[in-house]
């Protein structure tokens, strides 16, 4: 069974940074992708990499965010969010290629 887990959300001042991480079990060939969830809505895309590493994101966070997989470790992957502002507040999720989900992190941007 695949296991999937975030870690890195916080809270955070606007206009400050955090780096999510994502560590997926097993192998991994496809696109992993990142979501958030605001309050009583639906997950959203947020980024996706595949596994040659090209990236998409979603508009309202292009040219703030990141995603990237660790060289290292093919098993782990980041989202890197600067400039964040409070409607980013949300949980962050990653879902792998067969669709496994972690329990998500909460990310909180306040002052």
């Known amino acids: 069974q695949v296991q999937v887990r975030e870690w890195g959300g916080g809270l955070v001042q606007p206009g400050g940074s955090l780096r999510l991480s994502c560590t997926v079990s097993g192998s991994i060939f496809g696109i992993l992708v990142w979501y958030r969830q605001f309050p009583k809505e639906q997950r959203v895309m947020v980024a996706t990499i595949n596994n040659l590493g090209a990236t998409k994101y979603a508009d309202d966070v292009k040219d703030r965010f990141t995603v990237s997989r660790d060289h290292a470790n093919q098993n782990v992957f980041y989202l890197q969010m600067d400039r964040l502002k409070p409607e980013d507040t949300a949980v962050y999720y990653c879902?792998?290629?067969?669709?496994?989900w972690g329990p998500g992190t909460q990310v909180t941007v306040s002052s």
């Open positions: 879902k792998t290629p067969l669709g496994a």
